[in-house]
């Protein structure tokens, strides 16, 4: 049954649809004369290397999105405005550590290094900032300001025969505003209904010079404040509550249930922690990072003669970030011993207990700091010669971005000492590109019904990825609380490659109605060797208003050199993953040979295109991609806190949560009774713990908190997938007495699945790099499809934007494995690989999304909307699980559920004001 808020939205947006209707009879049947195609605006350069192609002649799925369409959002910022348009492109809108400072989008549910971003056909280079969960490394589209861009052509199909590596599930390029007068100024407001993310943007576009010679700047600057969602602090509450904590301590839980004997702890040594300000939600791990953006482009262009044209564009940009992580209560630091004697138990002389001198005696909460810079140069030269049309360029970007811990501190040096610093410098990530290369095409008459287009290339690029390293303090012993500072011994260094590559292309029309377009291209790396894809695309027209297209093609992806060589140990206030540099030899001492190797694809896709009456479209693509080789992130379990179904809880029928047990190594839903061997002696090797099958034993330089929750990670080629999935776009102009409707429905069906996964390496005796459920979340934790409904109703000044977005359903699986039955009962169970699983779902997500535009001169634009109106949120952790660790002051941070696209935050309105002159 729908609910009513539901129905509302849904009768809501049918309103407005039908309001066309109501005005005149008919008029669904009525196309705006002149407003079918405009060829001009919509020729292609994207996706095809044939000159003078219009999107709806096309061989392959491109969808075009104007600036004004860019525009007609509240989105924050490019990437987001993207995917408002695209619906197989899904924005993060939450990460944890680093990653939320770098927010990124993947398309056709791929990861984000799985498309290919361009600027005017050229390669864009990619941030420093390596996802540590997901590897992803991807251009960061917020350094490119919108009133830079005059459209972007998306092309959703395998293009790494055209354009190289990365071009697995499409490319996105962006086209430059190359107006030589004139200009705009916009400005806007935002903020969540619920509150947080108050974000103001200004952006201005200027052009100068003539048709001879032309320059277009553009500026955007933000800020953007965070927003959270947190609950109460489940520790807090027991604090909060002495007498009744201590009760269920005693005596269990009104319903029976255990509550761990760390919580006396809390009772004596953290019960400060409800004077610290933000009491009692406390957590704010994983809120989005204030913002301060600035970001400037230019593109110019001086014609030398009729055939010659000199041309250069480049941007540089500055972004400044900071986010919270998780709290630490006030005993964590361990305190101080004073005396010396190695135990901090004792008291003072005014019988103070060591252990009681803390820091932060309200505890506190450490942040991520970033301080980026990005630039981007291209100079190039394009001309036609004796028939050729030529382009030869070179492009230049840099990101380099440094690294801080601030409102924190380092647990070893205020042991020892009783000092610590509060704020880090914790080292700087770099990533350069330099790519040279020279196209040519041209047409031949060899008897077909039009001349062949024959297009070659070569292309030379060097890559260059580091990590600096930080200052002393951020690394010795435990490091800076929540993000340890990069050591010069162990994760730091300075990676290049260089690589070379060719293209042929033929696009042949052997008939009026028949196009065939043939690509092959050879690559070769200097760490990695070569590789060599192809293409074949044709596309037959059997009317003017009926083709079908179809696509065949080979491709590949050159592991990033962060990807390769990132290193860090990710820390929490229980929890330490030391994660492996693939390409070092302590990751093929632990048996993963020669490093990161190319993922390699192949992709299929067969479409029609249907244009039955003037100004309808519409575009239906399905596909498949198979990768193989394809790189995630393995994680190898060692140790857990101890909870009631691990060793400690099930033999004793008490545990303690800050200490550790052995992990579920071998992948089967339930923790082990002993601790992995191999797994134990490489964490003794690298320095982090002293004994293997002892992690709370003194020795090693991980603070003794985070080993409850200890494991080792590593990037790998272990995966096989097939994504397969259908891109459907229609869009309609209809005509009226009173104005014009533009209808559009795009949407996206997508589903993975794991066709294999590579056993870890024997040597690691038996553990489990992807265990059963976490291969099923990567099958899972993505909407099923993606539909985006649009209306655009223009009434002489005044325009209406109603869009409708709907999201499918997504899910994660956890083990029940502990949960009592009474619990279990109650959940969405799951039988995966031998062992039970529960459900978190995300249902479907309906968003409604309005905007009221009013043009009262032709140089004057004033837009109010609201995002989400109807305020839709993800779903929940499942209640059952919730209560349970309620009861058990076990809840520690959010009830909404992470992965959705569309965030946890709710509504949010904005205004807008546009000044063209």
């Given at each position: ?462 890559d260059e990825y580091g990590i600096k390293p930080g200052e002393l303090a951020s690394y010795y012993g435990a490091g800076a609380a929540s993000f ?434």
């Open positions: 049954m729908k609910s009513t808020k539901s129905l509302l939205r849904t009768e809501f947006f049918l309103a407005s649809c039908l309001l066309s209707a109501g005005f005149v009879p008919g008029a669904l049947a009525q196309a705006v004369s002149g407003q079918s195609t405009d060829e001009v605006s919509e020729i292609l350069v994207t996706g095809t290397r044939r000159t003078g192609m219009a999107v709806s002649d096309s061989p392959a799925p491109v969808q075009m999105v104007s600036a004004e369409m860019l525009a007609e959002t509240g989105a924050p910022d490019l990437m987001n405005a993207i995917a408002t348009q695209v619906p197989s492109y899904n924005a993060n809108q939450t990460g944890t550590d680093m990653a939320s400072q770098t927010l990124t989008a993947s398309m056709r549910a791929l990861s984000p290094n799985h498309a290919l971003v361009l600027v005017n056909g050229k390669r864009r280079h990619i941030t420093s900032n390596v996802g540590a969960s997901s590897g992803a490394a991807a251009t960061d589209l917020s350094f490119i300001p919108s009133s830079a861009i005059n459209r972007l052509e998306v092309l959703s199909d395998g293009a790494a025969a055209l354009y190289g590596s990365d071009a697995i599930a499409g490319v996105i390029n962006i086209i430059l505003k190359d107006d030589y007068e004139g200009g705009s100024i916009n400005t806007s407001v935002s903020e969540y209904a619920d509150g947080g993310g108050f974000t103001t943007n200004l952006q201005g576009n200027f052009g100068a010079g003539n048709d001879i010679a032309y320059i277009n700047l553009s500026l955007e600057s933000e800020q953007r404040d965070t927003v959270t969602r947190s609950v109460v602090f489940g520790p807090a509450v027991c604090v909060a509550n002495p007498e009744e904590c201590l009760y269920r301590l005693n005596n269990g839980t009104p319903s029976g249930w255990t509550v761990s004997s760390a919580y006396r702890t809390y009772l004596q040594r953290d019960s400060n922690m409800r004077f610290h300000p933000a009491y009692p939600a406390l957590n704010n791990v994983g809120d989005p990072p204030e913002i301060d953006r600035l970001a400037g482009f230019f593109n110019a262009g001086i014609k030398l003669s009729p055939t010659l044209e000199l041309y250069s564009f480049g941007s540089m940009g500055k972004k400044e970030a900071a986010s919270l992580e998780t709290y630490r209560r006030p005993s964590q630091d361990g305190g101080v011993d004073v005396n010396r004697d190695g135990d901090r138990n004792d008291r003072t002389a005014d019988g103070t207990l060591e252990a009681m001198i803390n820091k932060y005696p309200y505890g506190f909460s450490p942040m991520e700091e970033s301080k980026e810079t990005d630039y981007s140069f291209t100079i190039g030269l394009s001309g036609e010669n004796q028939g050729w049309v030529w382009d030869i360029a070179t492009v230049y970007g840099s990101n380099e971005m440094d690294v801080y811990t601030t409102k924190s501190m380092n647990f070893t040096i205020w042991n020892e000492t009783g000092a610590s610093p509060e704020d880090f410098y914790d080292g700087t990530y770099f990533a350069n590109q330099w790519t040279t290369s020279l196209e040519a095409s041209k047409e031949f008459d060899i008897g077909l019904a039009a001349p062949m287009t024959f297009a070659t290339g070569v292309e030379y690029r060097q340890p500072g990069y050591n010069p011994e162990v994760n730091t260094g300075s990676y290049d490659r260089d690589n070379y590559a060719g293209f042929l292309n033929f696009i042949l029309l052997p008939t009026d109605q028949w196009l065939v377009d043939l690509a092959v291209r050879y690559e070769n790396y200097s760490d990695f060797g070569n590789e060599t894809v192809g293409k074949i695309t044709t596309r037959y027209d059997f009317t003017d208003s009926f083709a079908v297209r179809a696509t065949a093609s080979t491709g590949f992806r050159a592991p990033t050199l962060g990807e390769g060589f990132y290193s860090a140990v990710n820390v929490g206030p229980t929890s330490a993953s030391p994660q492996l540099q693939p390409n070092s030899e302590a990751a093929a001492a632990l048996g993963f040979g020669a490093g990161l190797q190319p993922e390699t694809s192949v992709n299929f896709s067969a479409g029609l295109v249907f244009r039955p009456i003037s100004g309808f479209v519409t575009t239906i693509d399905a596909y498949q991609i198979t990768i193989e080789d394809r790189i995630q992130r393995g994680s190898f379990s060692y140790s857990t806190s101890q909870g009631t179904n691990t060793i400690t809880g099930r033999t004793t029928g008490s545990f303690n949560s800050n200490l550790p047990d052995p992990a579920d190594t071998d992948g089967n839903g339930t923790p082990d009774s002993s601790y992995n061997e191999a797994l134990g002696r490489a964490l003794v090797g690298f320095g982090y713990i002293g004994v293997w099958n002892d992690p709370a034993a003194p020795g090693g330089s991980l603070d003794a908190t985070a080993r409850a929750n200890l494991s080792v990670s590593i990037f790998n080629n272990a995966l096989e997938t097939r994504t397969s999935g259908i891109d459907w776009v229609t869009t309609y102009t209809t005509g009226f007495n009173w104005g014009s409707i533009d209808w559009t429905l795009a949407a996206n069906y997508n589903k993975t699945e794991v066709l294999s996964a590579k056993a870890a390496p024997a040597s690691l005796g038996g553990a489990v790099m992807y265990s059963p459920v976490s291969l099923s979340n990567q099958e899972t934790n993505s909407p099923d499809y993606r539909i985006n409904l649009g209306a655009r109703f223009r009434m002489g000044d005044f325009s209406l934007n109603v869009r409708q977005a709907v999201y499918g359903p997504q899910y994660t699986l956890s083990s029940v494995s502990g949960l009592p039955a009474s619990v279990r009962d109650q959940l969405s169970l799951v039988q995966v690989a031998g062992a039970t699983y529960y459900k978190n779902d995300i249902g479907t997500l309906m968003q409604t999304n309005v905007e009221l535009t009013y043009t009262p001169t032709d140089s004057l634009r004033f837009s109010l909307g609201v995002d989400n109106l109807f305020n839709e949120y993800p779903g929940k952790v499942p209640q059952p699980v919730w209560d349970y660790n309620e009861e058990r002051y076990a809840n520690t941070n959010r009830q909404y559920l992470t992965g959705s696209p569309v965030g946890y935050f709710g509504a949010r309105w904005f205004a807008k004001m546009a000044f063209n002159f």
